[in-house]
């Protein structure tokens, strides 16, 4: 770890930035297609990468979950049994990670692919204690292949690897400005919320996660911010301290 890190760490738990001092952010594979119908936008890539290498320059622990639906949408092969259209899904989630990785390295910082699915030639397995040690180096470490597991979601994966390197928060990035009562695209009247509890995620059904990430993250009180990514510098806004999004936690 870099003696330069070591200093900017230090200054965070200090201060009132160090709230957030270990983040997870959680991609979709959508977002990272920009502008084309699918694969990956170079320039999303890029813009996504600077910002996190800013926060990690300046001694931010940042930790990403990718998912796959700019490759693979499972839910769209109804005839495939499910299990395989999930694995599928695992392999797009693989490569939007590798891809990340490298547009961070590109930029200078220190990465690491950790896989829910054994693939040792392209990224590592995921040891737990392995992640949380990378982050303490200073390290940028992507989370690939969802849970490892069918029948569950990235956000899902999200609410886990949080909980388990013990994050400070989950930075959900969404097209929107954060959970309304409504969809806002369909309603011109819709409500944002700007704080929820996961008891009224789960009660109301609002579209913020699913219930089973919903309810790890209340078990395990994980705080979740959704925010929209439409301009990357939210997410370094929000580790600085700005109130955007919607603040999700287990009470008011």
Wanted: aromatic share 6%; with cysteine; hydrophobic share 45%.
């Amino acid at each position: 770890m870099s003696l330069l890190f070591l200093y900017l760490k230090m200054n965070l738990r200090g201060n009132n930035m160090a709230n957030y001092q270990r983040i997870l952010l959680k991609l979709s594979g959508e977002f990272l297609a920009g502008k084309k119908e699918s694969g990956i936008d170079n320039e999303t890539l890029i813009k996504i990468s600077e910002v996190v290498a800013q926060l990690n320059a300046e001694g931010y622990e940042m930790a990403i979950v990718v998912g796959g639906g700019n490759f693979w949408r499972g839910r769209d092969y109804k005839d495939m049994d499910r299990v395989t259209a999930d694995q599928i899904g695992m392999l797009g989630t693989t490569m939007n990670a590798l891809a990340l990785s490298d547009a961070l390295e590109q930029t200078g910082v220190a990465t690491r692919v950790m896989n829910a699915v054994e693939m040792p030639k392209i990224s590592e397995s995921f040891i737990r204690k392995r992640a949380v040690r990378h982050l303490e180096k200073g390290r940028v470490v992507i989370f690939a292949g969802g849970t490892g597991n069918p029948f569950f979601t990235t956000d899902s994966a999200a609410a886990l690897r949080a909980s388990e390197i013990n994050a400070d928060v989950i930075l959900k990035a969404t097209l929107v400005n954060g959970v309304y009562d409504k969809d806002p695209k369909l309603f011109t009247d819709a409500i944002m919320y700007t704080k929820l509890t996961y008891g009224q995620v789960l009660s109301e059904e609002l579209n913020v996660i699913d219930a089973t990430a919903a309810a790890l993250c209340r078990d395990n009180k994980m705080k979740l911010i959704v925010f929209n990514l439409n301009d990357p510098r939210n997410i370094s806004r929000i580790a600085h301290g700005e109130e955007i999004g919607t603040l999700v936690t287990v009470e008011e």
